[in-house]
């Protein structure tokens, strides 16, 4: 059991440019979930989703897109990077609502 | 909207000494509240799990209670190591999201 990946583990962009941070869990969980964390601001979710086919917007959703093509898969897209979209993000993974959610060692990113 | 807050910040302690790390919650309709150890530049390590309907949770050195009434988690951590240096995180759980605290500090010191 890998758990929950994430790639790359850093990543610097600049102002403008798109990209996709990649998520991937071998535990067939059905909820799977990115949070970003600031210091100080502790951690927040920007989308989830439910299982296959299903996604919602957190409390910071804009500036990114999420789909969930396969239980396993949940990429994030940065559509046109920001500055205050440097943050280190996390993805994360559990089986429902009332289970443990394991996270991912993060990918640290940098807009200039 | 759930607020979830750490008292305090930051704590150092003498090696060997119990810890007493705290957390409060807003709203207490919650699923359960879960405790995590984030290491610098590092993932979150789930420690305790406390599902709604139990008052504490136990594992090694960790104890976890929780108390839905006075939206109130206290974690135990018995006989402090430097390796229990990290920061905790606890987290208050509903049916789609986790609401964070930002966090306590620790600092064991040999």
């Known amino acids: ?37 600031d210091p100080g601001m502790g951690l927040r979710l920007i989308h989830y989703s439910v299982g296959a086919g299903i996604t919602d917007q957190g409390e910071v959703p804009n500036g990114y897109n999420v789909s969930r093509s396969t239980t396993e898969d949940f990429p ?20 429902s609502g009332r289970d443990e959610q394991y996270f991912g060692p993060g990918t640290r990113l940098t807009v200039t | ?49 406390i599902q709604s309907s139990q008052r504490e949770q136990t594992s090694g050195r960790l104890n976890a209670s929780l108390d839905k009434s006075s939206g109130r988690s206290t974690l135990y951590i018995a006989a402090s190591q430097p390796g229990d240096s990290a920061t ?21 010191r040999a």
């Open chain 2, 1 to 49: 909207k759930q607020e979830v807050t750490q008292i305090p910040a930051a704590l150092s302690v003498p090696e060997g000494e119990n810890l007493v790390l705290n957390c409060s919650f807003t709203d207490s309709a919650i699923y359960n509240l879960q405790w995590f150890r984030q290491d610098p530049g590092k993932g979150l390590t789930s420690l305790l799990l």
């Open chain 1, 1 to 37: 059991n890998a758990g929950v990946t994430q790639t790359p583990k850093f990543q610097v962009l600049k102002t403008g440019q798109s990209m996709t941070l990649q998520c991937a869990q071998d535990m067939n969980h059905e909820y799977m979930s990115w949070y970003r964390q």
């Open chain 2, 88 to 108: 905790y995180l606890c987290a208050a759980v509903d049916d789609y999201k986790l609401s964070f605290g930002a966090g306590t500090t620790v600092t064991v």
């Open chain 1, 76 to 95: 994030l897209r940065l559509l046109s990077a920001a500055p205050s979209q440097t943050s280190v993000y996390f993805c994360a993974s559990r089986f």
